[in-house]
């Protein structure tokens, strides 16, 4: 089955500043990757997902980015973070259902 | 378009007691449906999943079954424990095998 890894765990970062997460998969080649928020009691997100190297499909026009330089590695990037930006990040892959990484809980001061 | 919608949270309940969590989705073609389950500070796993009418899935005591007719895909538990307590998620995976559509996630609360 598959494994997926995210890092850092958990990020405080000030406002303003770049943002890089890391999201690698074990146990497949070729999937679907995505990455979804997650506000405080709320709801998932999709932010961006990519069937390929270097596909990315955008699904919520903000000041952040992803890219996808390997088969099984995705980043979500930003080059000044913003307040509303804090939450839970989550990056998922998917061969037929979807499975999700541990998160990341960014919060921006 | 594709969505879903699920009831309300939180569900307040004793252990032991019987659970439904509600789920209704909108849907082009023929989608399959998943329940996941995010427990505090993680992120989600899958619970179940069926991928045609009348399919039930089943999966920790945990039953939903692919109504076609009145496109519900609820979740039942004949008797829940302290350990059940989570936020649940219903989803659906439309013909467009790239996107996921996610309710807004049900927590629940079992009390001792």
């Known amino acids: 089955s598959q494994t997926i890894h995210q890092w850092p765990a958990t990020l405080v970062q000030p406002v303003g500043s770049p943002l890089s997460l890391e999201c690698t998969v074990e146990?497949?080649?070729?999937?679907?990757l995505y990455w979804y928020r997650q506000a405080a009691g709320r709801g998932l997100q999709l932010l961006f997902y990519?069937?390929?190297?270097?596909?990315i499909s955008s699904e919520v026009p903000q000041n952040l980015s992803a890219s996808r330089p390997q088969d099984r590695q995705f980043i979500l990037s930003s080059k000044k973070l913003l307040l509303s930006d804090s939450g839970f990040y989550l990056c998922?892959?998917?061969?037929?259902?979807?499975?999700f990484g541990p998160g990341t809980r960014l919060t921006v001061l | 378009g594709n969505s879903v919608t699920q009831m309300e949270g939180p569900v307040t309940l004793s252990e032991e007691a019987f659970l439904t969590i509600n789920c209704t989705y909108t849907?082009?073609?023929?989608?399959?449906l998943f329940w996941y389950v995010q427990y505090p500070g993680e992120g989600l796993q899958l619970l179940l999943k069926?991928?045609?009418?009348?399919d039930k899935g089943s999966n920790k005591g945990f039953e939903a079954t692919y109504r076609k007719e009145t496109t519900s895909f609820h979740l039942e538990k004949g008797s829940v424990q302290v350990s059940d307590s989570a936020v649940y998620f219903c989803a659906l995976r439309g013909d467009n095998f790239n996107k996921f559509y996610f309710g807004s996630g049900t927590k629940l609360n079992v009390k001792p």
């Open positions: 069926a991928t045609k009418a009348d």
């Open positions: 146990g497949t080649s070729n999937p679907n």
């Open positions: 990519s069937v390929g190297i270097g596909q």
């Open positions: 998922a892959s998917s061969r037929g259902e979807q499975f």
């Open positions: 849907a082009t073609g023929y989608p399959s």
